[in-house]
C-alpha cells in the first residue's frame, strides 16, 4: 500500500529559485495538508484542502502556494524561495481527523 | 492564540521506568492525537481520542484526554529502549480542518 507519497524526498534550491512539491495519495480521502517541521516547533499548517478544487490558508501561509486539480494530488509550490523556508515538508491526508503522513521532504534553500 | 504545550520536551528515562508525558491546551476542544515519530521518519498515529474521559491503551502506552482541564497525558509504563522516540500530541480545533501540534517530546530510553 502506497498511502501517502511524496516528491522529491531531497532538494537544494537557490534563493529566489521556484519549485514544486508532489504529494500523491491513494486513500480516497477528502482532506489534505501540508505542514513544515523545524527544530523544537512541532509542525506547523501551511495550507489544507478539505476537497477537490479548494484549498484554505493554514498557519503560516506566506510565501507557499497550493492547488488540488485533483483528489488524489495537492501540490505545494514556493514561487521565490528564501532561506526561511529551510525545512523539512510533511503532507498528509485524512477522513477521519487522524492523520496519515507521507515520508517527508527536506528542502535546503542557500 | 491557540497554544499546545507539551511537557517535558525532552525526556531521559531508564529501562523498566514509568513516566507520564503532558499535552494543554488553549482552546476548546474535544479531538486530541497522538503521533510518534523515529528519528528520520515521518509520523504514525497512535491515538485517537475523541471525547472527554477517552482513555486508550497500546502495549506499554496509555493515553487519556480531560477535556474541561485541556489536558491530555501519554503514561509509558516500563519503559523499554524500543519507545525511544519523538512523541507529538495534536489537537483539532476546527473540524478536521485545522489540527495544531505541540513542539514534541523527545524520550530517550537508557538500558
Known amino acids: 500500500n502506497a498511502g501517502v507519497t511524496q516528491t522529491p524526498k531531497f532538494r537544494v534550491l537557490k534563493t529566489g529559485q521556484s519549485m514544486t512539491l508532489l504529494c500523491a495519495q491513494d486513500?480516497?480521502?477528502?482532506?489534505m495538508y501540508w505542514y513544515r517541521q523545524d527544530p523544537g516547533m512541532g509542525l506547523r499548517l501551511i495550507h489544507y484542502s478539505v476537497g477537490e478544487g479548494t484549498t484554505a490558508k493554514g498557519e503560516v501561509p506566506d510565501g507557499y502556494n497550493v492547488s488540488r486539480l485533483k483528489k488524489q494530488n495537492f501540490l505545494l509550490g514556493l514561487e521565490s524561495a528564501a532561506p526561511s523556508q529551510t525545512s523539512v515538508y510533511f503532507c498528509?491526508?485524512?477522513?477521519?481527523?487522524?492523520?496519515?503522513f507521507g515520508e517527508g521532504s527536506r528542502l535546503t534553500v542557500l | 492564540e491557540l497554544k499546545v504545550e507539551q511537557n517535558p520536551l525532552f525526556l531521559s528515562m531508564q529501562e523498566g521506568k514509568n513516566y507520564t508525558i503532558y499535552c494543554n491546551y488553549s482552546t476548546t476542544s474535544d479531538r486530541l492525537y497522538w503521533y510518534r515519530q523515529d528519528p528520520g521518519k515521518s509520523l504514525e498515529s497512535l491515538f485517537v481520542l475523541l471525547s472527554n474521559g477517552a482513555v486508550k491503551q497500546e502495549g506499554r502506552l496509555m493515553a487519556s484526554l480531560d477535556t474541561k482541564a485541556r489536558l491530555s497525558t501519554l503514561h509509558i509504563t516500563a519503559a523499554v529502549h524500543d519507545l525511544s522516540a519523538t512523541y507529538f500530541c495534536a489537537v483539532d480545533i476546527g473540524g478536521w480542518d485545522d489540527m495544531r501540534f505541540g513542539a514534541g517530546t523527545r524520550l530517550t530510553v537508557k538500558p
Open positions: 486513500m480516497n480521502h477528502e482532506y
Open positions: 498528509a491526508s485524512s477522513s477521519t481527523g487522524e492523520l496519515f
